[in-house]
């Protein structure tokens, strides 16, 4: 039996309608696709029922780690393995291939996979996504919050994917924007609340409230070479940039009322 057949798809969906049908498109060969819902208003679940191997599970929302777990745990998933995907995330025949020859190891727990990025519909030069745990072990997996998502923890070694998933979110941008202040602000709370030594080097500079949305910008535009994407990826550089603004903004925010708390408290004690 191959690794295909032994792996279960998970895709957790929200209003999906812009995304959701490339995503399934690309699985009609795998035997087991469970998308959990959130309660979408949208065409989402008729858009699912399309499909024969897939099949809609619905569980209101409270976090991400919750929901992903709800769905390793509660959602009847058959697989030895699990392809974790979310919504807009479009796995190409050549990766699909690759997993399919895998023969892993009893101490091969997981495998991350890096990321193309799709701007309405045209891949761009370079990215800022990180690589992600997508495929492992569903008895050795969990989910825990990690800022506005979640990060699976694996017990065992993680391989590397040579193949790369196409992230191709084409939801409108009041949709993207909504979102963001949302994640901004679960991003704040969580930079603000950790000791520095317990942060990476990239969130340290965030937790400072201004250095992040510039470096961000220049090593965006320039670095990843995405002066040279165009429109698309102009669009890429101001959105990554305006999602570090608005962490910007909720840190040095938060610090402000907090300090202009404290003031108060001091002077009602006096």
């Given at each position: 039996m191959s690794l295909l057949d032994r792996i279960s798809v998970l895709i957790l969906?929200?209003?999906?309608?812009?995304?959701?049908?490339?995503?399934?498109?690309?699985?009609?060969?795998?035997?087991?696709?469970?998308?959990?819902?959130?309660?979408?208003?949208?065409?989402?679940a008729a858009i699912v029922a399309r499909y024969p191997n897939a099949r809609l599970v619905v569980r209101p929302f409270d976090e991400h780690a919750r929901q992903w777990n709800f769905g390793l745990q509660d959602c009847g998933l058959s697989?030895?393995?699990?392809?974790?995907?979310?919504?807009?995330?479009?796995?190409?025949?050549d990766i699909l291939a690759e997993i399919d020859a895998l023969t892993p190891s009893e101490s091969m727990a997981g495998y991350a996979a890096g990321f193309r990025y799709v701007m309405l519909g045209r891949p761009l030069r370079g990215a800022l996504y990180p690589p992600v745990t997508v495929l492992y072990r569903r008895e050795r997996a969990r989910y825990v919050q990690d800022g506005h998502t979640q990060r699976v923890v694996v017990d065992g070694q993680v391989g590397r994917l040579?193949?790369?998933?196409?992230?191709?979110?084409?939801?409108?941008?009041?949709?993207?924007?909504?979102?963001?202040?949302?994640?901004?602000?679960?991003?704040?709370r969580q930079l603000l609340a950790a000791r520095p030594d317990e942060l990476s080097r990239i969130d340290r500079i965030r937790r400072l409230g201004?250095?992040?949305?510039?470096?961000?910008?220049?090593?965006?535009?320039?670095?990843k070479g995405l002066i040279l994407g165009g429109w698309h990826g102009w669009l890429y550089v101001l959105q990554r940039t305006a999602a570090e603004v608005m962490i910007a903004l909720e840190i040095v925010d938060r610090r402000l009322r907090s300090a202009g708390g404290q003031s108060a408290s001091e002077q009602a004690s006096q």
């Open positions: 969906t929200f209003n999906e309608e812009p995304n959701i049908a490339r995503t399934l498109d690309a699985l009609t060969g795998l035997r087991e696709v469970v998308v959990l819902d959130s309660g979408s208003t949208d065409a989402t697989g030895e393995w699990v392809l974790a995907l979310d919504a807009d995330y479009v796995v190409g025949p040579d193949g790369r998933i196409d992230h191709d979110d084409r939801k409108p941008l009041k949709r993207w924007l909504a979102s963001q202040q949302r994640y901004a602000e679960l991003e704040a201004w250095l992040a949305p510039v470096l961000v910008f220049f090593y965006a535009l320039f670095a």
